[in-house]
């Protein structure tokens, strides 16, 4: 079986998808559509602008959502998903691909999750760190010990969780994370701690955006974050997306289940080849490729 993967924040670089603009008719017309409904030519910043500039999480989420989603619709008769997954963000990208979401309203989504997720950091100052070689049940302990906000966020790959929470708690885990053998931990260059308890304001501001949308019945299966299986009832999926915001990313086991259920190759679409990495350290035998 053919599955279907879409990266999240941070696989931006300037430059992504000027080629499919450039290159194809129907991401041209997408790529405009899409400066409409945001209300600023986010194809300038994508393109042309700065690191810094892709670095502002209401240009971010979008920006990576776009590539992913105009790449999968200009590959024509070649994209035929039997199974789909993303990583946080791209969950919606994912959604977008199995005819969950239209491409409207799976942007205007986004555009209001980056938003969301941008107040919500301003509101509680908090941050996020790699913690690499340790075992997850371990990091999920020492987490508990902390009198702080400290939790896990991505289970990445075997021996590689994120960890989400205040900026102290945060400080204090890294501390404790490595003299308890941990092989690195690494504080992270991001603006909030996501998918924890402090996007809590986040997420109920979704939740209204989330539940005024039309949640349409899948082509197929999509594999979410929050409960790792294949779902495709439209009110699981719609209540799994707005759990997630608060909710760690199980990547590893969602994975896991995909190649249980007969997925023979990953294919990553949009910026970047992270992901295609983590699949690799679930199942080194596993093909793996870019769109």
Not at 168 to 176: F, R
Request: charged share 25%; proline share 4%; net charge negative.
């Amino acid at each position: 079986m053919k599955a279907y993967v879409f990266p999240g924040q941070g696989a931006q670089f300037v430059g992504m998808g000027k080629d499919l603009y450039q290159n194809s008719t129907i991401a041209k017309e997408l790529f405009e559509k899409a400066n409409e409904i945001l209300g600023f030519r986010i194809t300038d910043l994508m393109f042309d602008g700065s690191d810094e500039d892709l670095r502002q999480t209401k240009v971010t989420q979008p920006a990576i959502f776009l590539h992913s989603v105009i790449l999968a619709k200009t590959l024509g008769e070649d994209f035929k998903p039997e199974m789909v997954a993303g990583h946080s963000l791209g969950e919606f990208s994912a959604l977008v691909a199995n005819g969950t979401l239209s491409f409207e309203d799976g942007l205007r989504l986004v555009s209001k999750r980056a938003m969301a997720m941008q107040k919500a950091c301003e509101i509680n100052p908090s941050t996020m760190a790699a913690i690499l070689g340790m075992d997850d049940e371990k990091v999920e302990i020492i987490c508990k010990e902390i009198d702080e906000i400290v939790v896990p966020a991505n289970y990445n790959s075997i021996g590689q969780i994120v960890i989400s929470g205040s900026n102290k708690g945060i400080d204090i885990a890294i501390e404790k994370l490595t003299a308890a053998g941990a092989k690195r931990a690494i504080k992270l260059n991001v603006g909030g701690a996501f998918h924890s308890p402090l996007m809590e304001p986040a997420r109920i501001e979704l939740e209204k955006a989330i539940n005024e949308t039309t949640f349409s019945k899948p082509s197929c299966p999509v594999y979410q974050n929050v409960n790792t299986k294949a779902v495709k009832e439209p009110t699981e999926i719609k209540n799994n997306l707005i759990a997630q915001l608060t909710a760690p990313v199980r990547w590893t086991e969602t994975v896991k289940n995909m190649i249980a259920d007969g997925a023979k190759s990953f294919t990553e679409v949009g910026p970047g080849t992270v992901l295609q990495g983590l699949i690799k350290k679930v199942d080194r035998t596993i093909e793996t490729k870019s769109a």
